[in-house]
């Protein structure tokens, strides 16, 4: 069974610029967490989705940051425009049956 | 509110020994709560799902106790290896009706050679 995919890995960019995460989660999983970890903490959750309704965004930066999950498969994280405290790792989750989370690798921003 | 703590913050360890990991949460009526390893600079992967109605998991040489009246579960590791050294992160679900993840900060968990 494939895992959670993420890309890109790594992205370097401007503050004030724009940016786009990509996830596919695990094939069969209705539910996908959005995630912002900062060094030395433990995830925050951004956005969750269940199949492509949103179920909890109230900690998603709505000023400058989207997302959504179209046919309720793969999802798309957006950050415009970045700020320096926008660098962290951004990761991606799915979960099925009794609500386990597989994560991805994630993806970590630096915004200079 | 929710608060997921876990103590200590940084561990060392000589190869070998038999640890504990503590993970502590404010609000008891959770769904389920999961343990996870997390490597410098990769995502995290799932080593223990804990349901409510379960007081512990095991698998290998790990084992993870769940006692929700108390807020508290731990994750025991059996003979400890170099390879066991990670950040180990718990998260809780489900609380009060709520049906996403609030996780605790980590013990990061070094083990000599």
């Known amino acids: 069974e494939a895992g959670v995919a993420q890309s890109p890995r790594y992205k370097i960019i401007e503050k004030r610029q724009s940016v786009a995460f990509w996830c596919n989660p695990i094939?069969?999983?209705?539910?996908l967490y959005w995630y912002q970890q900062i060094l030395g903490q433990g995830p925050k959750l951004l956005i969750q989705?269940?199949?492509?309704?949103?179920?909890?965004d109230s900690q998603l930066p709505k000023d400058r940051f989207s997302a959504e999950r179209l046919k309720g498969v793969d999802s798309t994280l957006k950050i415009q425009p970045a700020k320096l405290e926008d660098s962290a790792v951004y990761l991606c989750?799915?979960?099925?049956?009794?609500?386990?989370?597989?994560f991805g690798p994630g993806t970590r921003l630096t915004v200079l | 509110k929710q608060e997921v703590t876990q103590i200590p913050a940084a561990l060392s360890v000589p190869e070998g020994e038999n640890l504990v990991l503590n993970c502590s949460f404010t609000d008891s009526a959770i769904y389920n709560l999961q343990w996870f390893r997390q490597d410098p600079g990769k995502g995290l992967t799932s080593l223990l799902l804990?349901?409510?109605?379960?007081r512990e998991q095991t698998s290998g040489r790990l084992n993870a106790s769940l006692d929700k009246s108390s807020g508290r579960s731990t994750l025991y590791i059996a003979a400890s290896q170099p390879g066991d050294s990670a950040t180990y992160l718990c998260?809780?679900?489900?609380?009060?009706?709520?049906?996403?993840?609030?996780f605790g900060t980590g013990t990061r968990l070094k083990v000599l050679a």
């Open positions: 094939s069969g999983h209705a539910t």
């Open positions: 989750a799915s979960s099925g049956q009794y609500n386990e989370q597989f």
């Open positions: 998260a809780v679900y489900g609380t009060s009706g709520t049906y996403k993840y609030i």
């Open positions: 804990i349901q409510s109605s379960q």
């Open positions: 989705f269940q199949n492509n309704g949103v179920v909890d």
